[in-house]
């Protein structure tokens, strides 16, 4: 069964993974110039141009920058005027993605809030009025997820989206090692159990609908109802 499911996932990316020069680019340069190889992969990404552009289009927030891969294909879905707020820890991190940000032509859409998550989404959540958010993507330290979200919970709009990568796995798939039906087991250690507990939260939350796409490592997608207004 794995070796089948690798071969899907490897049928999905030769099919839905098409990017750009610089896109296919990006993440090469990135790991020569020493950051981490850490990237959604193209199919995923094009799913988050997809959703962007479903929403409303007019902000969104990325939570985890890194090189500014996922960033561009969020800044791709969005509506005319609309923008990316993107949070960054990482001084260096931040510095490359704001290039790739002005070579893919996304720079006036994009702003970079450099900080950790924790610190800079409270600033976020006091600078905007609730249901004023489209889109927030979660990529970043996956222990502080839950607390993430009860953050920006607030500030999605009826029928805004949150979405968050990483919800089956990273590098391993620990809904394997979990069996599917949430104990501990042996190895996935805290980041597995945390977003096994992100993941329940959102889904048994009356307000959204949600949903895992298993495209590369899971990604959540959950939308705020229209009928909460």
């Given at each position: 069964m794995t070796q089948r499911w690798d071969l899907t996932q490897q049928y999905v990316h030769d099919v839905?993974?098409?990017q750009d020069n610089h896109l296919a680019g990006l993440m090469p340069d990135a790991i020569a110039a020493g950051l981490p190889d850490i990237a959604v992969s193209a199919e995923v990404g094009r799913l988050l141009t997809?959703?962007?552009?479903l929403t409303r289009g007019m902000l969104a927030i990325e939570v985890g920058t890194l090189a500014g891969y996922s960033g561009i294909w969020i800044a791709r879905g969005l509506k005319p005027g609309g923008r990316l707020i993107t949070?960054?820890?990482?001084?260096?991190?931040?510095?490359?993605?704001q290039r790739q940000f002005e070579r893919a032509g996304v720079a006036?859409?994009?702003?970079?809030?450099?900080g950790r998550a924790?610190?800079?989404l409270p600033e976020l959540a006091r600078a905007h009025p609730p249901q004023s958010v489209d889109l927030i993507f979660l990529d970043a330290v996956k222990t502080e997820y839950e607390q993430y979200w009860q953050?920006?919970?607030?500030?999605?709009?009826?029928?805004?989206?949150i979405l968050a990568d990483n919800c089956l796995g990273s590098n391993s798939w620990w809904i394997?090692?979990?069996?599917?039906?949430?104990?501990?087991?042996?190895?996935?250690?805290?980041?597995r159990d945390a977003m096994d507990r992100f993941n329940r939260l959102i889904a048994t939350d009356a307000e959204f609908d949600t949903v895992a796409v298993p495209l590369r490592n899971?990604?959540?997608?959950?939308?705020?109802?229209?009928?909460?207004r």
């Amino acid at each position: 069964m794995t070796q089948r499911w690798d071969l899907t996932q490897q049928y999905v990316h030769d099919v839905f993974g098409r990017q750009d020069n610089h896109l296919a680019g990006l993440m090469p340069d990135a790991i020569a110039a020493g950051l981490p190889d850490i990237a959604v992969s193209a199919e995923v990404g094009r799913l988050l141009t997809i959703l962007t552009s479903l929403t409303r289009g007019m902000l969104a927030i990325e939570v985890g920058t890194l090189a500014g891969y996922s960033g561009i294909w969020i800044a791709r879905g969005l509506k005319p005027g609309g923008r990316l707020i993107t949070i960054e820890a990482e001084p260096r991190h931040a510095d490359f993605a704001q290039r790739q940000f002005e070579r893919a032509g996304v720079a006036e859409r994009v702003h970079i809030r450099r900080g950790r998550a924790l610190d800079v989404l409270p600033e976020l959540a006091r600078a905007h009025p609730p249901q004023s958010v489209d889109l927030i993507f979660l990529d970043a330290v996956k222990t502080e997820y839950e607390q993430y979200w009860q953050i920006v919970r607030p500030l999605i709009a009826h029928g805004g989206l949150i979405l968050a990568d990483n919800c089956l796995g990273s590098n391993s798939w620990w809904i394997e090692e979990k069996g599917g039906t949430g104990g501990s087991g042996e190895s996935g250690g805290s980041d597995r159990d945390a977003m096994d507990r992100f993941n329940r939260l959102i889904a048994t939350d009356a307000e959204f609908d949600t949903v895992a796409v298993p495209l590369r490592n899971g990604v959540l997608v959950g939308r705020r109802r229209e009928s909460f207004r």
